[in-house]
């Protein structure tokens, strides 16, 4: 069964290191999602792209935050300034309809 | 907000029995999904629901909406320990938009 995958599983850094956080989205699907949980709390949403092209984003996604498509496989997202407040688990998704989902990038700042 | 309240926060109940789990949301939507996350773990998508749809069921899971009332209940039969997770709602508004979730609830099932 075809999966999204996220890359690394768990990321430890120090307040102010850049981070990137990388997915490879299922091979036909044509929209991408990041998303965030803080530790016990819900699911937030922080982009979307489609068409190489940022189509939605979030609050939470300030200038800090910028994502890629750089070689047509990867999809990634990078915190440029990491902050404590951004400790959290990311969830790549991708869709063709139905959204399938990572199993997440749990991202400590120290 | 698109996303209203998932209820109850926490359920407990023993191996067996049936688990009722509900989710309010606020605004119109396209379709309602359920996910399961074990701690620790990614979403798992357990069944979507489309706006012109009342019921739908997969295994052991029923699902319902009233988009009157603008819920959804999420039922499992006949619970096992492995369905002990946090248990989430999400609508989107159009095909292919952002997913909206819920607060989740947190479902253990005692042996």
Redesign the interface.
């Known amino acids: 069964e075809p999966e999204v995958t996220q890359t690394p599983s768990h990321q430890v850094t120090q307040m102010g290191q850049e981070v990137i956080l990388r997915c490879v989205p299922i091979s036909n699907h044509?929209?991408f999602?990041w998303?965030r949980q803080i530790l016990g709390?819900?699911?937030?949403?922080l982009v979307?792209f489609?068409n190489n092209e940022i189509s939605?984003k979030?609050e939470i996604f300030d200038d800090q935050f910028s994502v890629e498509r750089p070689d047509g496989s990867n999809f990634t997202l990078k915190i440029r300034s990491t902050k404590l407040e951004d400790s959290a688990?990311y969830?790549c998704a991708s869709?063709a309809?139905?959204?399938?989902?990572?199993?997440?990038s749990?991202l400590t700042v120290l | 907000s698109q996303q209203g309240e998932e209820d109850p926060q926490a359920l407990s109940i023993q191996e067996g029995e049936n688990a009722t789990m509900n989710c309010s949301y606020k605004t119109s939507i396209n379709n309602l999904?359920w996910?399961r996350q074990n701690s620790?773990?990614?979403?798992?998508?357990l069944i979507?629901i489309r706006s012109n749809e009342r019921e739908k069921h997969s295994g052991r899971l029923r699902v319902t909406l009233d988009t009157s009332k603008k819920s959804s209940s999420l039922l499992i039969t006949a619970s096992r320990a492995a369905d002990t997770a946090s248990y989430?709602c999400?609508t989107d508004r159009a095909?292919?938009?952002?997913?909206?979730?819920?607060?989740?609830t947190r479902l253990t099932i005692n042996p």
């Not at chain 1, 709390?41 to 949403?45: D, H, I, N, P, R």
């Not at chain 1, 309809?97 to 997440?104: A, K, Q, T």
């Not at chain 2, 095909?95 to 989740?104: D, E, I, P, S, T």
Request: aromatic share 24%; proline share 0%.
């Open positions: 044509l929209y999602y998303y709390q819900k699911v937030e949403f979307s489609y939605e979030s688990m969830f869709s309809g139905e959204l399938f989902f990572g199993e997440g749990r | 999904q996910y620790g773990r990614g979403l798992v998508h979507l989430f999400a095909r292919a938009q952002k997913l909206v979730f819920g607060q989740g």
